[in-house]
């Protein structure tokens, strides 16, 4: 089981599984969400999270044209993870975890990303 969360130490989430996929994304939402030149994500299965404490979510338009969710702590910020919004306007069964939230920096020795998208930007 991986164990994270934000920076507060507010919102916690337990992940019980395997990632789908792991990989790098340089995308411009995902740069100005964290303030940096790219994010390390786990493509996960919801059903698989279990989140602690009180959430913020912003919703928008993605700089690829899919409607999307990302989640931060509301008390100190730090981005959690993001669902793509489906078009019945539910939620995806798939979670984009970011990957810096994990307690134990071993879990990211053991699983190295798989992939690097938008590096064109």
Known sequence: MAVGGCFCGKVRIKYNGQPLASGLCHCL?????TGALYTYNYVVRSAELDISGSLKEVAKTSDSGNNI?????????TPLFGQKIKSDRDFNEITILRAGIFDDIQI??????????????
């Not at 990211?108 to 930007?121: C, F, G, M, S, V």
């Open 69 to 77: 969710r990302n989640f931060f702590c509301p008390d100190c910020g």
């Open 29 to 33: 939402d995902c740069r100005k969400l």
């Open 108 to 121: 990211l020795n053991d699983r190295k990303p798989e992939a690097e998208i938008y590096t064109d930007r």
